[in-house]
């Protein structure tokens, strides 16, 4: 029975070949903009939580204090009262499970003919766990390299292109301001930050090394920043709490005084950059779907043109022993032949689309297979919805009425 209903689903709508394209555009539009849409806005989800798990997870940045000169306010770091004291005294609290100082600057690096400035970073072996950042090549240097002060480097995947090119850093000299320093390794791929910095563009010394060697520093010491790691995401607003209240101690600041550093919550902003992004998702898949409302509405307008050209056929239908139910399912079976037809062409335009963008304006596209399903269910459902009242209309013919229609 269903398969002979479909059968005349196809002749009926065979029959006007050019009302049934019409009515199916609207579907295949709907349909493609829903599937695409969704695909663009997974896909700058897809980026945001890449570079927010590149990153790492759980994590704290004290920055240290503003000072005041002339008049003028100078903005956190400007005044270097963190030291990797701080940073150790930080690490023996029980809501933090990694803690690492960094003491960084810009230095021009050398390797043969090839040279490349870049943003040096010193600090501690901890920094890697904090920021869960693994070893490519070679090894990491260690804490004896911190408290001896040794010229030793870890290279970001961009400075050990830009220097080496296809050969191998391990083991290799190359020159930091002039002094040599031994490659131990190369650190794996992190790929670009929330604010768009290359994070690959980077070298890892020893803090101790950084300070005494290559930057120096005005007080003995003291670093930029630390970066800390709590234990849990619901240890985070205790960890925060900790650390301030440990920092103001070992700082003397008075009761009531401003601090004179600053804590931040890096996974907290990370979080809602990722929520905007998801939000914006839903509204961009939210208004794509407005099309295939209006293909559905389409869908009722010619399926009631259809009954009224056909309620000779529908009479005799009845009046050979066809029941209300059977001139029900068959005009719902062409809806939902014409919503699922157009959902299929749609699905195929809207992952087609969806390459081309990602291969032409370079951004980032994620298509799912749920995606894809939620469109072709959303479809038939539009179908059934919009072709229910016009085959209900037809169901309803008085067979005598239908039969004298001119």
């Known amino acids: 029975m269903i398969a002979q209903m479909l059968i005349e689903a196809w002749r009926a709508m065979g029959a006007n070949r050019l009302r049934t394209f019409l009515t199916m555009l609207g579907m295949v539009i709907g349909v493609g903009a829903v599937v695409l849409m969704l695909a663009i806005g997974q896909g700058a989800q897809y980026s945001v939580d890449q570079s927010i798990s590149s990153m790492g997870s759980n994590l704290f940045i004290i920055l240290s ?6 008049g003028l306010r100078m903005g956190a770091g400007a005044t270097p009262t963190l030291t990797v004291g701080d940073a150790q005294a930080i690490s023996e609290l029980s809501n933090i499970s990694a803690v690492a100082p960094a003491a960084p600057g810009t230095a021009q690096v050398v390797y043969g003919s090839n040279n490349w400035s870049t943003q040096v970073f010193g600090t501690t072996p901890a920094y890697l766990a904090v920021r869960d950042w693994n070893v490519a090549a070679g090894y990491a240097f260690t804490d004896s390299d911190v408290r001896s002060a040794t ?22 000299t190359i020159r930091i301001k002039q002094s040599p320093y031994l490659v131990v390794g190369v650190l794996a791929v992190k790929g670009q930050s929330l604010d768009g910095r290359d994070q690959d563009d980077s070298i890892l010394i020893p ?6 060697k290559l930057f ?3 007080f003995q010491g003291t670093v930029r920043f630390i970066m800390a790691q709590g234990i849990s995401a619901q240890a985070m607003p205790a960890a925060e709490r900790d650390m301030t209240e440990l920092l103001r101690q070992r700082h003397h600041v008075q009761e009531g005084a401003e601090s004179d550093f600053t804590v931040r919550n890096l996974t907290a902003l990370a979080n809602t950059a990722a929520q905007a992004t998801r ?3 839903v509204m961009l898949g939210a208004i794509a779907s407005i099309s295939l409302l209006v293909g559905g509405i389409g869908i009722m307008n010619i399926m009631l043109v259809s009954v009224t050209e056909r309620t ?24 939902i032949f014409i919503s699922v037809s157009g959902c299929t062409i749609g699905i195929v335009l809207g992952v087609g689309g969806a390459v081309i963008v990602n291969q032409t304006a370079e951004i980032a596209v994620v298509i799912t297979g749920s995606s894809i399903v939620m469109a072709f ?8 919805f919009f072709g229910f009242y016009p085959a209900r209309k037809a169901a309803r013919l008085k067979p005598i009425d239908a039969l004298r229609y001119q």
């Open 65 to 70: 204090g503003s000072s005041t000169s002339g």
């Open 151 to 172: 010229r030793v480097a870890l290279l970001g995947k961009t400075v050990a292109n830009n220097l080496f090119g296809d050969e191998d850093p391990v083991n290799k």
């Open 207 to 212: 803090v101790t090394t950084a300070q005494r």
């Open 216 to 218: 120096g520093t005005q």
């Open 279 to 281: 939000v914006m998702s």
């Open 312 to 335: 000779r056929e529908i009479g005799i239908r009845i009046a050979i022993g066809a029941r209300q139910r059977d001139i029900l399912t068959q005009f719902l079976m062409e809806a």
């Open 377 to 384: 269910m959303v479809a038939a459902c539009v179908g059934i």
